[in-house]
């Protein structure tokens, strides 16, 4: 009798593995922690939590790469290591959602009603909503000291402050984490890689969606590959934050 089918796991893990003979050389980004921010994008409930309005869409990808658990390692070793933590967060407001311009994703979330606040200068019906943060994190972003960016509104950190606002904390190296890796995670290090800033994204911390237009998380993946300055483990990049 032969040994069965792979399990789950392991069929997942030889999916996204990366290939045996790569024509690239892998980027050579080495972490400095007193130079380096974790930012994490979109950690909020709409996309991390199975009551969220994105979960249907996103829920396999987040629990196959074990997002939560993978996020909250990351933001303990950061924290530890006295690293510079941001958040760049997704909101839409009321008149976000007259847009007469749209790209599909954009038409699907305004739909749905992902991320939806009241307003800017209000929490009224805040906490607890899908744009809240999920609770595994709030500790580490509501400490007082994690930099909680200005809204994104499409993919990129374009017309936000992020980038401001780790310039102002001497960063030149970025850990990208969060959601979603084939649009706000792709988009974030593309912005930040034209910015100058040395970037790596760690792969098993970042999900998307599953749709018959295709698995947006391989999508992310290869062009990773392409791109990234590092393209590490959250195993790996704990233990980088850990040695200095």
């Known amino acids: 009798m032969g040994t069965g089918a792979p399990s789950y796991a392991q069929a997942t893990a030889d999916f996204y593995k990366d290939p045996d003979k790569p024509a690239l050389t892998k980027g050579n980004m080495k972490l400095d922690v007193s130079k380096a921010a974790l930012v994490v994008i979109d950690p909020q409930n709409d996309f ?45 407001y009321k008149w976000d959602h007259t847009w007469k311009v749209q790209g599909p994703l954009e038409i699907f979330q305004h739909d749905i009603g992902v991320f939806d606040r009241k307003g800017p200068y209000t929490l009224d019906g805040f906490e607890g909503s899908g744009a809240d943060f999920l609770g595994d994190f709030k500790k580490y972003i509501e400490d007082g000291k994690t930099i909680i960016a200005s809204p994104h509104k499409l993919y990129g950190p374009q017309v936000n402050d992020l980038a401001f606002q780790l310039r102002k904390q001497g960063v030149t190296q970025i850990v990208l984490a969060g959601m979603l890796a084939n649009m706000c995670v792709e988009s974030h290090l593309r912005e930040f890689l034209e910015e ?4 790596a994204v760690v792969r098993d911390a970042v999900a998307a969606p599953k749709l ?8 992310a993946l290869i062009n990773f590959r392409y791109m990234a300055n590092g393209l590490w483990t959250t195993e790996d990049t704990v233990k980088m934050m850990q040695t200095q």
């Open 48 to 92: 991390m939590n199975p009551k969220g309005l994105a979960w249907p869409v996103v829920g396999e990808s987040v629990t196959e790469h074990q997002v939560v658990p993978h996020l909250t390692q990351l933001f303990e070793a950061a924290k530890n290591a006295g690293m510079v933590v941001a958040i760049s967060p997704h909101h839409y």
């Open 196 to 199: 100058g800033f040395e970037v």
């Open 212 to 219: 018959p237009e295709g698995d947006g998380n391989l999508s």
